[in-house]
């Protein structure tokens, strides 16, 4: 596995609305850097998935363990392999807040972002995901944008998948 330098940050989470390519860039670029690859979606508690495909969106209270328990996963791959790649959707500062503070330690977020039609277009191309098109848009109106102390990128989900993965690579070199 690839080791990291100081310029490198261990912990790496591409994040956006559900639909946005977490999972496909977040594979894709943890390929490219040669780092497992977790996906938060897998370490949701069970009550949480349940919520979401009855079309109910997460409230803080649900996301607050499961952000922890992503935190911990993260941290503790990147202490055996060196970096990890970790699709989540970390949508509000506060969630990026408890990630970083939870891990101990500075995080890189890849935010990708996009019109919203092309979002959907995508979802509704996902039969049988826990996160229903319906609640797309509770998700945009979740999102923040990064504040001027974090470090983040933002990439736009209309170029290709390697397009996007390469001008991830790139920022996090």
Partial sequence: ??????????????????????????EELAKRLEVPFI????????AN???????????DTDRWPWLEIVADAMRNTADTNGRVVCACSALRRSYRDCLRNRAEEPIAFVLLHG?????????ANRPGHFMP???????????????PQER?????????????VDEAAAALS
């Fill in 1 to 26: 596995m690839s080791s990291s330098s100081p310029a490198q940050p261990r912990l790496i989470i591409v994040m956006g609305v559900s639909g946005a390519g977490k999972s496909t860039i977040g």
């Fill in 39 to 46: 996906d938060a979606d897998n370490l949701h508690p069970r």
């Fill in 49 to 59: 998935v349940e919520k979401m495909r009855g079309g109910r969106p997460l409230e």
């Fill in 115 to 123: 019109d919203k039609s092309v979002i959907a277009q995508r979802q």
């Fill in 133 to 147: 098109p319906a609640l797309l848009d509770s998700q945009f109106a979740t999102l923040e944008q990064f504040g």
């Fill in 152 to 164: 983040g990128i933002t990439i736009d989900v209309a170029l290709s998948i390697d397009e996007i």
